[in-house]
């Protein structure tokens, strides 16, 4: 069964060129997060996949989502309020703006890189930069319109 997202049709290509099994659940937690385009929590993948008839057990979805993590399929981002999101790896590397009342999330390329950034961190902390999370948190439109109307 082939996907009718061309993202996550490449996806999963790639994955079976490298000779990983394309399980039911593994095809659709990356259906649903190449349709999605933002980062889901695994309380929204489990509510996407339940939609869609697939109804692993939370184990399995757990062992999924790590194994799609190990294998760079997937990212977890770890967003301020210690909740645990995922989106695929493909993305390339960007930052997200999250509404701290609805909890919206968008993504944000940030004009200017941040590799200038890194290298001054490194050499002032003797550290050596793997990676970085960066989030900007606020009020999405719908939230601040409503906010001004109280």
């Known amino acids: 069964m082939e996907s009718n997202n061309p993202l996550a049709h490449s996806v999963i290509v790639e994955l079976k060129d490298e000779g990983i099994r394309i399980t039911k659940l593994r095809r659709t937690i990356i259906e649903i997060l190449a349709e999605n385009k933002r980062p889901f929590s695994k309380v929204e993948i489990e509510r996407s996949l339940k939609k869609r008839k697939v109804l692993p057990h939370r184990t399995s979805l757990y062992r999924e989502l790590e194994y799609l993590s190990s294998v760079d399929v997937i990212t977890p981002i770890l967003f301020n309020d210690s909740s645990l999101h995922y989106e695929l790896t493909d993305h390339g590397h960007h ?50 319109s409503a906010a001004h109307l109280s």
């Open 95 to 144: 930052h997200h703006v999250i509404c701290t009342n609805c909890h919206e999330v968008a993504d944000v390329d940030l004009v200017r890189e941040l590799h200038n950034e890194e290298r001054r961190i490194e050499a002032a902390t003797h550290f050596t930069v793997t990676h970085h999370s960066l989030e900007f948190f606020g009020l999405c439109n719908a939230c601040s």
